[in-house]
Structures are given as C-alpha cells and as structure tokens.
Nanobody, 125 residues
C-alpha cells in the first residue's frame, strides 16, 4: 500500500515563502511521477506542479508558474514544492499525488493513482 504524507503547510504573510514536502512510503517513490494539486474552499481541485520519475521533466499550472519549483529526492522518497511570493489566492489545501505511469508533460486528476491527505496553506494579506 502506497502512502503519501504531506507537511510544511501553515500560515504565511503575502510575499512570503513556504516549502512543502511529501514523503512516500510503501513503495519506492522512483516508480512514480509525482505532483501537487490544491483545492481552495468552494473551488475545484487545481493542478499545481508535476515532475517525472527521474526528475528530468517538470511542469506547472499557469497560476503558479514562475513562483513554484518542484523537486524530488528519490533516495529519500521525498518530493518538495518551493513556493515564493505567495499570494492570498494561493491559500488552499495542497495535495501530494503519485502516478504510476509517469509525468510526460500533461497531468490531470485522472492520472493520479494515489493521493495524500493534504496540508493547509493559508496566506494572509
């Protein structure tokens, strides 16, 4: 059974930064394309970023492009999302996701095989 556990969320002021982490257990993370989605209250879940199994390919949602960097350390079974210049509209629950067929440039919820339970990010103005 694959388990994804997010951490690093919290309250931050607008303009600040955060680093989210996702630890994978149960299987080697190197077997999966990995990524992040987020969901704000009353809104649909939104793609944030994804990265291929080996880390050579990554992509970002339009609303976070230029302010987020996704990375992974397969030796530690951990994925990261660095976010800078945070805005109040970035407030959401951020979910870690894994795709056994890898990330090849496009990603949606339909690609996801496993989900974490989420970590809350709140950005105050």
């Amino acid at each position: 059974q694959v388990r994804l556990v997010e951490s690093g969320g919290g309250l931050v002021q607008a303009g600040g930064s955060l680093r989210l982490s996702c630890v994978v257990s149960g299987r080697f993370m190197s077997r999966y394309g990995m990524g992040w989605f987020r969901q704000a209250p009353g809104k649909e879940r939104e793609f944030v970023a994804a990265i291929s199994k080996g880390g050579g390919t990554s992509g970002y949602g339009d609303t976070v492009k230029g302010r987020c960097t996704i990375s992974r350390d397969n030796a530690k079974n951990t994925m990261y999302l660095e976010m800078i210049n945070l805005k109040p509209e970035d407030s959401a629950v951020y979910y870690c996701a894994a795709d056994s067929s890898d990330y090849g440039g496009t990603w949606s919820e339909r690609n996801v095989d496993y989900w974490g339970k989420g970590t809350l990010v709140t950005v105050s103005s």
